[in-house]
Structures are given as C-alpha cells and as structure tokens.
C-alpha cells in the first residue's frame, strides 16, 4: 500500500530556503517516491494549514521513513525546517467509517 507524506508549512527565511526545493529533488527521486501536490500557495479551506503543501507518495511507510531519516535528505531537511514553520504527517490507510 502507497504511503503518503504530507507537508504543510510557511516559509519563514525566504533567502535560506530558495535553495531547498533544488537540494531535495534528487533525494526524492532517489529514494523512487512521487511528488504528488507542491503547491506554494494553497487555499485554506479548514483550520490554519501553512501557505506551503506537499505531497510526496512512496511505496511504503518504511521506504517513506527510510527517505526521511536519509543522509541524503539530512542537509535538505535541516535548510527546510530553519527556514519554515509548519507540520508533516505521514499516513499510508484507508478506514470508511468509524
């Protein structure tokens, strides 16, 4: 089953996080996940979600974690959460009802 990361957050350094999208990218395709949605200007239609959502789709939980905690994605993290403000949440089920 597909498992999802879902990023939403507001830039805070616009200068220190210019470089970050570029940074991130090859370890992204590296670790064979999707970008599903980066969109830098999302319309808030509940609660107080940050300007920024991303969606990145990977195979699994594990591959998802494995590419989170990756040295490849060390630095890039690091320049994305100095220079934003927000959440990620990492989900891979579907339940109908409760």
């Known amino acids: 089953m597909s498992a999802y990361l879902i990023f939403s ?3 805070t ?4 996080y210019k470089d970050y999208p570029a940074a991130a990218f090859p370890s992204i395709k ?4 999707e970008v ?3 969109d830098y200007d999302s319309t808030p ?3 107080s979600p940050g300007k920024v959502t991303v969606v990145l789709r990977f195979e699994s939980k594990d591959a998802a974690t494995a590419w989170y905690d ?6 890039p993290k690091q320049m994305r959460l100095g220079a934003s403000r927000g959440t990620a949440v990492l989900c891979d089920g579907f339940v109908m009802g409760g």
């Open 45 to 47: 239609t509940e609660g």
């Open 9 to 11: 957050y507001d830039i």
């Open 36 to 38: 599903v949605v980066a």
């Open 70 to 75: 990756s040295e490849e994605y060390a630095t």
């Open 13 to 16: 350094d616009p200068a220190a």
């Open 30 to 33: 590296a670790h064979k996940a």
